[in-house]
T-cell receptor
Framework: AQSVTQLGSHVSVSEGALVLLRCNYS??????LFWYVQYPNQGLQLLLK??????LVKGINGFEAEFKKSETSFHLTKPSAHMSDAAEYFC????????????FGKGTTLSVSS | EADIYQTPRYLVIGTGKKITLECSQT?????MYWYQQDPGMELHLIHY???????EKGDLSSESTVSRIRTEHFPLTLESARPSHTSQYLC???????????FGPGTRLTVT
């Protein structure tokens, strides 16, 4: 069975600082992994996805994530935080690309201070 | 940009009322999903559909029902709303053979 653990329900950074949001997964098959962002009163927006093509995945808004099989991790990073990055971030895993429903982590709230 | 719509965005309704949450997508996606999201919690899948006339229950038990008569439309119905149904409901869709899902803006439901 697949599962996702996001370490840290709340992360605070200063504007311009590195953003690191942690995600560890458990999967019985090679996983497909996703990061989504949710702004207040909105749905989820896809940031990036890993589907085994490359271990370092670049997404929108300057975010990227690295798939590390040995650590079962898929951490999200951004070199320099912006105030507009403040939001809720969700990591998700899918067993395959055929459309099996996504399993989500509990989310990490990112706060950015000036 | 994904084109998936949900109405209403916000709904406050009394106990016992019947409600239908609407979800439509214009991308021609075969697969559609309903998730329930409570504050500080992960999303839980309550229903999904892999095509017209196909509906399945998800991992989280729900008293709601869904229908899929047209590819683009996937409404969710609560026959008798209760305070325990208070939550945010998110609709999503995905194309065949693609794992990523695209989400609507959500419906925040409050049952008094």
């Amino acid at each position: 069975a697949q599962s996702v653990t996001q370490l840290g329900s709340h992360v605070s950074v200063s504007e311009g600082a590195l953003v690191l949001l942690r995600c560890n997964y458990s999967s019985s098959v090679p996983p497909y992994l996703f990061w989504y962002v949710q702004y207040p009163n909105q749905g989820l927006q896809l940031l990036l996805k890993y589907t085994s093509a490359a271990t370092l995945v670049k997404g929108i808004n300057g975010f990227e994530a690295e798939f590390k099989k040995s650590e079962t991790s898929f951490h999200l990073t951004k070199p320099s935080a912006h105030m507009s990055d403040a939001a809720e971030y969700f990591c998700a895993v899918s067993a395959d690309q055929a459309g099996t429903a996504l399993i989500f982590g509990k989310g990490t709230t990112l706060s950015v201070s000036s | 940009e994904a084109d998936i719509y949900q109405t209403p965005r916000y709904l406050v309704i009394g106990t016992g009322k019947k409600i239908t949450l609407e979800c439509s997508q214009t991308m021609g996606h075969d697969k559609m999903y309903w998730y329930q999201q409570d504050p500080g919690m992960e999303l839980h899948l309550i229903h999904y559909s892999y095509g017209v006339n196909s509906t399945e229950k998800g991992d989280l038990s729900s008293e709601s029902t869904v229908s899929r008569i047209r590819t683009e439309h996937f409404p969710l119905t609560l026959e008798s709303a209760r305070p325990s149904h208070t939550s945010q409901y998110l609709c999503a869709s995905s194309a065949a053979g693609r794992g990523e899902q695209y989400f609507g803006p959500g419906t925040r439901l409050t049952v008094t």
